[in-house]
């Protein structure tokens, strides 16, 4: 539905339905980790949920150029190997695929995109930094912080995601200093993907991607 008034409203020049079909769009697919936080503390579909919707809306943005939706869809898709090669099957039995560029984007993008989530937001795991240098015990959390590496990193390891620190048990077996130190860390680093997430897939900054 969203799909056929955007492309509706942009052939016949009917601004108030693009607007409002845009904003349904950012709103699910937004350009900053505000808005992403937003739509996961409120996430009331927008688009309609659907199977194949990431891949639809890419092929929606390639179509009519609402790139600022397309770092935070693309990152939806990348860890889906099986989908990017086979296509997704939506819920009327048709398949939505991606474009055989898309297709190699994503594929060459995973890689990137998992080693930036393990090294920016995952680096307090085995920093130096870690535990704290007033931390009273440094065995009980150095044990906490291989535990969430090992749920991490043991194959088959979990997609690549955002969620904010306290939506996560990070904390969980880590002393209250300790604890700070992974946050701050662990925020930081979620702020630097976020930065990063255009140039993974090829595109430029978001600050362009907005204009």
Not at 15 to 33: C, G, K, Q, V, W
Not at 131 to 145: G, I, M
Not at 188 to 198: A, D, M, S, V
Request: glycine share 8%; aromatic share 10%; proline share 6%.
């Amino acid at each position: 539905m969203v799909a056929a008034i955007v492309r509706l409203s942009q052939k016949y020049q009917i601004d108030y339905l693009r607007d409002d079909a845009i904003s349904r769009l950012t709103f699910e697919y937004p350009s900053t980790l505000e808005g992403r936080d937003a739509f996961h503390t409120d996430p009331r579909g927008r688009v309609g949920l659907v199977c194949g919707r990431h891949i639809d809306v890419i092929n929606l943005v390639r179509e009519t150029g609402i790139h600022s939706i397309l770092p935070y869809a693309f990152l939806l898709v990348a860890s889906q190997t099986k989908g990017i090669l086979e296509g997704i099957r939506r819920d009327d039995g048709t398949l939505a695929v991606l474009s055989r560029a898309d297709q190699e984007l994503c594929l060459l993008a995973n890689d990137r995109v998992r080693a930036a989530h393990a090294n920016d937001m995952f680096g307090w795991l085995h920093e130096e930094s870690m535990p704290s240098p007033y931390c009273r015990t440094p065995r009980r959390c150095f044990k906490a912080r291989k535990g969430h590496m090992v749920r991490l990193w043991q194959p088959p390891s979990p997609a690549p995601d955002l969620m904010a620190w306290e939506t996560r048990d990070w904390k969980k077996g880590l002393c209250v200093l300790c604890a700070g130190i992974g946050k701050k860390s662990y925020d930081e680093g979620r702020q630097l993907l976020w930065n990063k997430l255009p140039s993974f897939f090829g595109l430029p900054g978001w600050a362009e991607l907005l204009q």
